[in-house]
């Protein structure tokens, strides 16, 4: 695809999020499943609920512009996924096992942010007020995520893999 206007630029933008959101559903079922501490393995499931929704804002937003969400693969997700698996396949100690697993998904949640901020920029600008709206509604719910791995990272998880030390 040629992008020659701001509105390509969003749409290539979307393809890009959907294929990352796509990408994390399958790679926070992988985290839930390695990790140890019940409130992160409930952390990463509760996310990868939200995600799916994520995913239909997402698909609802395409099919107003009359473009398929499909089609564009988010090379940068896929990094960041990789990075967990490799974490994984290390066989950390438990607990420092989840606190890697809290900063890989603060990596992702980070990612995630700065994307949605864009394209919630780039709808307000061409003026798809409803779009931005959705578009804020997730990135919103992006931060609550990256507050809520801080807490267990800090109250807990962080603090159980220091007296693993």
Excluded: W
């Excluded at 390509?8 to 994390?24: F, M, P, R, T």
């Excluded at 939200?50 to 990094?79: F, N, Q, W, Y």
Aim: hydrophobic share 35%.
């Amino acid at each position: 695809m040629e992008m020659e206007t701001l509105k390509d630029l969003y749409v290539e933008e979307l393809k890009d999020l959907y294929s990352a959101e796509k990408q994390i559903i399958k790679g926070l079922t992988r985290m839930s499943k390695a990790a140890n501490h019940p409130e992160l393995k409930q952390a990463f499931t509760r996310h990868a609920q939200m995600t799916e929704k994520h995913v239909e804002r997402l698909e609802r937003i395409c099919a107003d512009l009359d473009v398929s969400p499909r089609g564009k693969k988010c090379v940068g997700m896929e990094g960041l996924i990789e990075e967990a698996s490799e974490l994984i396949k290390e066989k950390p100690e438990p607990d420092v096992l989840d606190a890697g697993l809290i900063a890989a998904a603060q990596h992702v949640e980070h990612y995630e942010m700065a994307g949605y901020g864009c394209v919630r920029t780039y709808a307000r600008q061409l003026g798809f007020e409803d779009q931005a709206e959705l578009l804020q509604t997730t990135l919103d719910e992006e931060g609550d995520t990256d507050k809520l791995l801080t807490q267990i990272a800090e109250t807990s998880i962080n603090i159980e893999a220091e007296r693993a030390d």
